[in-house]
């Protein structure tokens, strides 16, 4: 009993457990994590489902936060949702997958699994979750239709880039019908429970995917494949290029490693195909950023399995170039986890301390980027209303489009009474707006958070409106 016990597997695991866990306690959750939570406390089932139109997800993770939420779930409480499920993730994967003990632990240890799956507040866990239950059953997927079916369903309702590998498990169904003439209900099955989860997602999000304001679609063709090669990168680097050879090298082993694929034409397949995804949903959808490195990590990993499961003889040089690669993606693990145990990831926290010395019980605030997770971590006695702005368009509360004010920003900072702004150093838009705002003489610096990780790079500086030079 103690060998069972007391196996690799399970210290794996462990190890595993234990290092989410401290990252967590240590974590500054952020307004993409508290978002959902947000709008999951404040909306019914409906509303949420309805919702989805502004925000670009579907409403499945909403949803299960709305029920935690009813049972009691506070907003500090959702990582550890993650957790939860990162911790089934690393059981089953260390106990299913079928690569040797030294790639199964650094594929565990990858920035897409320990950090942006389970230690966030995001739907990326149940994507890798969902992706993981996929890869264990297709090789029996014909015996189980149904099941695999409904896994396809739930895994595209976590996010649309877990579109091209079911794009690709369904065209590869389709291929190999035609090619063998077999197992039509089955396939049947498969395809159309797929394509049911695949329009419950649109019939939500479809407003959203064609009216982004941060989609320009006049840049370069190649500036497109450089954001899908940035994701790519992010891979080996985690969230900044810590290392630029390292990240050059792991990018030109993976280049590698794809060519040496060319004798599983289903594999090569998948990798090309949800690449070639990835490029076209960055040039009509959206950008993609450090955190998406996560479905990159599932294509590859499902392509992978497929590879380890069907191929009767891995070659070692595969096997040797995916150990080099997954070590490259692990050590930028630890610079990620380490920098996030001694810096602010977020300054939530930090400036709603800040805004609580105020004596005023209603606290109103100007940024150019939403603060909703902020009033979170204000006492019970403290309203607060925040207004935050992009492209030239002004939105209070959600980002609900209807409600948006096409105004500039400037202007509106300059008509409205508010007690403070909150500048980012590292933004262009907060850049202007805090010159405008210091040449009017209205601002006084309160509070400076220096923040390490995010999409804002830079200080963070909370200034008080001095109201008596303030021009209206």
Same mark, same amino acid.
């Not at 595209?156 to 035609?178: R, S």
């Not at 197992?183 to 999000?205: M, P």
């Given at each position: 009993?103690?060998n069972?016990?007391f196996?690799y597997n399970?210290?794996?695991?462990?190890?595993?457990?234990?290092? $989410?866990?401290v990252?967590?306690l240590?974590?500054e959750?952020w307004?993409? @994590?508290v978002q959902?939570?947000?709008?999951?406390?404040?909306f019914?089932?409906v509303?949420?489902f309805?919702y989805m139109?502004?925000?670009g997800?579907s409403?499945?993770?909403?949803w299960?936060?709305?029920? +935690?939420i %009813?049972?009691?779930?506070?907003f500090?409480?959702?990582n550890?949702?993650?957790?939860i499920f990162?911790v089934?993730?690393?059981f089953?994967?260390?106990y299913k997958a079928p690569f040797n003990?030294?790639?199964k632990t650094l594929?565990?240890?990858s920035p897409? $699994?320990?950090?942006?799956?389970a230690?966030?507040?995001?739907?990326?866990?149940?994507?890798l979750?969902?992706a993981?239950? #996929?890869?264990i059953l297709?090789?029996d997927r014909?015996?189980h239709?149904?099941?695999?079916? $409904?896994?396809?369903?739930?895994?595209?309702n976590?996010?649309?880039l877990?579109g091209?590998?079911?794009g690709?498990?369904?065209l590869i @169904?389709i291929y190999?019908y035609?090619k063998?003439?077999n197992l039509?209900k089955?396939?049947?099955i498969?395809c159309s429970?797929?394509?049911?989860g695949?329009?419950?997602?649109?019939?939500?999000v479809?407003p959203?995917l064609f009216?982004r304001g941060?989609i320009?679609?006049?840049?370069?063709?190649?500036?497109y494949?450089?954001a899908?090669?940035?994701?790519?990168?992010?891979m080996?680097s985690g969230?900044?290029s810590f290392?630029?050879?390292?990240v050059f090298?792991g990018f030109l082993?993976?280049?590698?490693?794809?060519? %040496?694929l060319?004798?599983?034409k289903?594999v090569l397949?998948i990798?090309l195909f949800?690449?070639?995804?990835?490029?076209i949903f960055?040039?009509?959808?959206?950008? +993609?950023?450090?955190?998406?490195?996560?479905y990159?990590? #599932?294509?590859f990993?499902?392509?992978?399995?497929?590879?380890?499961?069907?191929?009767k003889k891995i070659?070692?040089s595969?096997t040797?170039?995916l150990?080099?690669?997954?070590?490259?993606c692990t050590?930028?693990t630890?610079?990620?986890?380490?920098s996030?145990?001694i810096?602010d990831y977020?300054f939530?926290?930090s400036i709603?301390? @800040?805004l609580?010395?105020d004596?005023k019980?209603?606290i109103?605030?100007l940024?150019?980027?939403?603060? #909703?997770?902020?009033?979170?971590?204000?006492d019970?006695?403290?309203t607060?209303?925040?207004?935050y702005t992009g492209?030239?368009?002004?939105?209070?509360?959600y980002?609900?489009f209807?409600n948006?004010?096409e105004?500039?920003?400037?202007n509106f900072a300059? @008509?409205?009474?508010?007690?403070?702004?909150?500048?980012?150093k590292?933004?262009?838009r907060s850049?202007?707006?805090?010159k405008?705002?210091?040449?009017?003489?209205?601002l006084?610096e309160v509070?400076?958070?220096d923040?390490?990780a995010?999409?804002?790079?830079?200080d963070?500086?909370?200034?008080?409106?001095?109201k008596?030079?303030y021009?209206k």
């Amino acid at each position: 009993m103690k060998n069972k016990i007391f196996n690799y597997n399970n210290l794996i695991i462990l190890i595993f457990s234990v290092v $989410v866990f401290v990252t967590i306690l240590f974590h500054e959750i952020w307004n993409d @994590e508290v978002q959902s939570f947000v709008i999951a406390r404040d909306f019914g089932f409906v509303d949420i489902f309805k919702y989805m139109a502004y925000e670009g997800h579907s409403c499945l993770y909403s949803w299960f936060l709305r029920i +935690l939420i %009813k049972l009691g779930m506070t907003f500090r409480h959702i990582n550890y949702i993650s957790l939860i499920f990162g911790v089934a993730y690393a059981f089953f994967f260390m106990y299913k997958a079928p690569f040797n003990k030294l790639t199964k632990t650094l594929l565990l240890f990858s920035p897409a $699994v320990l950090y942006y799956s389970a230690v966030f507040a995001r739907p990326y866990i149940f994507s890798l979750f969902f992706a993981l239950l #996929i890869c264990i059953l297709y090789k029996d997927r014909h015996k189980h239709p149904f099941i695999f079916g $409904v896994l396809l369903a739930l895994f595209f309702n976590t996010h649309i880039l877990t579109g091209p590998v079911i794009g690709a498990i369904v065209l590869i @169904e389709i291929y190999d019908y035609i090619k063998e003439r077999n197992l039509l209900k089955e396939r049947l099955i498969i395809c159309s429970l797929a394509l049911i989860g695949g329009l419950f997602f649109f019939i939500q999000v479809y407003p959203s995917l064609f009216n982004r304001g941060d989609i320009v679609h006049t840049k370069p063709i190649y500036s497109y494949f450089a954001a899908v090669l940035g994701s790519t990168i992010f891979m080996f680097s985690g969230l900044f290029s810590f290392n630029r050879v390292l990240v050059f090298i792991g990018f030109l082993l993976t280049l590698i490693l794809i060519c %040496k694929l060319k004798d599983n034409k289903k594999v090569l397949f998948i990798l090309l195909f949800g690449i070639a995804c990835y490029f076209i949903f960055t040039m009509f959808i959206f950008t +993609l950023n450090e955190m998406k490195c996560v479905y990159l990590f #599932i294509l590859f990993l499902f392509a992978f399995w497929i590879y380890y499961d069907e191929q009767k003889k891995i070659k070692k040089s595969v096997t040797n170039l995916l150990l080099v690669i997954m070590l490259l993606c692990t050590f930028n693990t630890a610079i990620l986890v380490v920098s996030d145990l001694i810096h602010d990831y977020s300054f939530s926290e930090s400036i709603a301390r @800040e805004l609580m010395k105020d004596k005023k019980e209603h606290i109103k605030v100007l940024t150019v980027d939403h603060v #909703i997770d902020v009033q979170l971590f204000l006492d019970d006695r403290y309203t607060f209303t925040s207004y935050y702005t992009g492209n030239d368009y002004v939105y209070s509360e959600y980002n609900n489009f209807e409600n948006a004010k096409e105004i500039s920003f400037t202007n509106f900072a300059l @008509e409205n009474d508010f007690d403070y702004y909150l500048g980012y150093k590292g933004d262009k838009r907060s850049q202007l707006l805090t010159k405008e705002l210091r040449k009017k003489k209205v601002l006084e610096e309160v509070y400076t958070s220096d923040i390490y990780a995010g999409y804002v790079m830079g200080d963070i500086t909370l200034y008080k409106i001095n109201k008596e030079n303030y021009y209206k």
